[in-house]
Nanobody
Framework: QVQLVESGGGLVQAGGSLRLSCAAS????????MRWYRQAPGKQRELVAG???????NYEDAVKGRFAISRDNAKNTVYLQMNSLKPEDTANYYC???????????WGQGTLVTVSS
């Protein structure tokens, strides 16, 4: 089973930027939809951004224009560039892979992003 490992979280001031990385243990992007989710304390996990096997991207309304999802096929890594961060972006961020073949999903362990005001 593929493993996903996130990194790049941390503490940043409002208005700052962070780039999250999600490294897959093997090449999966051609057969998986890759997504970033987040979960704030006391709230449900929500979809933030996704990138299809063909490279089409989509974003939650609250992050449009501020966040950008991308991938490096050679490095088996998906990124989430987060700019103009707000305190409400504070959450654990999770990488998710959903197989187009089986529908099976794999999750990373999460990385914490804290935005101070």
């Amino acid at each position: 089973q593929v493993q996903l490992v996130e990194s790049g979280g941390g503490l940043v001031q409002a208005g700052g930027s962070l780039r999250l990385s999600c490294a897959a243990s093997r090449s999966i992007f051609s057969t998986n939809i890759m997504r970033w989710y987040r979960q704030a304390p006391g709230k449900q996990r929500e979809l933030v951004a996704g990138i299809s096997s063909g490279g089409t991207t989509n974003y939650e309304d609250a992050v449009k224009g501020r966040f950008a999802i991308s991938r490096d096929n050679a490095k088996n890594t998906v990124y989430l560039q987060m700019n103009s961060l707000k305190p409400e972006d504070t959450a654990n961020y999770y990488c998710n892979a959903r197989s187009l073949l089986s529908g099976r999903e794999v999750w990373g362990q999460g990385t914490l992003v804290t935005v101070s005001s």
